[in-house]
T-cell receptor, first 113, second 110 residues
Framework: KQEVTQIPAALSVPEGENLVLNCSFT??????LQWFRQDPGKGLTSLLL?????REQTSGRLNASLDKSSGRSTLYIAASQPGDSATYLC????????????FGQGTTLQVKP | NAGVTQTPKFRVLKTGQSMTLLCAQD?????MYWYRQDPGMGLRLIHY???????AKGEVPDGYNVSRLKKQNFLLGLESAAPSQTSVYFC?????????FGPGTRLTVL
């Protein structure tokens, strides 16, 4: 059974810092991995999607990497801003045809001005 | 292009009442999903559908029923609500790779 773990559960950094959020998974037979952002009381916004054959994806100040062999993904945020404060969720889509996502419990990020 | 929409946004029920949550998508996606999100538990899959007229159980299906009579709609029903079903419910639809989520329904069962 696939399990997804995100560490740390919460993180507080001063504005301008570069930071890394971690996601680990137990089964390397994945179809893809998706990083989401969730603001308090809101829905999920997709940030980056990495296919199983890819090593990384970039969008603006965000860079996500994938290492299937070690069961790890990282989300790198450069030059953090207060507007980056949110909960970041990692989700794995398995190799079955159903497309179900298995989510980690998230990392809540606070960026202080 | 509205994407994925959910109705209602908020609802308060008494124990034993029934209700239906509606999810609609205008992206012509085959796959649709219902998740619930609870503090400390993350998002968990309730039911899903791989096409019109088909449904399947997810991780936490007990107490819920679903229907996919039209491709664009996926309904989640609670026949007899219980306090344990207090949660935020998210619907999603999927293209080949990516899932797109609705804004959520916040349900409280008293």
């Amino acid at each position: 059974k696939q399990e997804v773990t995100q560490i740390p559960a919460a993180l507080s950094v001063p504005e301008g810092e570069n930071l890394v959020l971690n996601c680990s998974f137990t089964d390397s037979a994945i179809y893809n991995l998706q990083w989401f952002r969730q603001d308090p009381g809101k829905g999920l916004t997709s940030l980056l999607l990495i296919q199983s054959s890819q090593r990384e994806q970039t969008s603006g100040r965000l860079n996500a990497s994938l290492d299937k062999s070690s069961g790890r993904s990282t989300l790198y945020i450069a030059a953090s801003q207060p507007g980056d404060s949110a909960t970041y969720l990692c989700a794995i889509m398995g190799s079955s045809n159903t497309g179900k996502l298995i989510f980690g419990q998230g990392t809540t990020l606070q960026v202080k001005p | 292009n509205a994407g994925v929409t959910q109705t209602p946004k908020f609802r308060v029920l008494k124990t034993g009442q029934s209700m239906t949550l509606l999810c609609a998508q205008d992206m012509n996606h085959e796959y649709m999903y219902w998740y619930r999100q609870d503090p400390g538990m993350g998002l968990r899959l309730i039911h899903y559908s791989v096409g019109e007229g088909t449904t399947a159980k997810g991780e936490v299906p007990d107490g819920y029923n679903v229907s996919r009579l039209k491709k664009q709609n996926f309904l989640l029903g609670l026949e007899s609500a219980a306090p344990s079903q207090t949660s935020v419910y998210f619907c999603a639809s999927r293209d080949y790779n990516e899932q797109f989520f609705g804004p959520g329904t916040r349900l409280t069962v008293l």
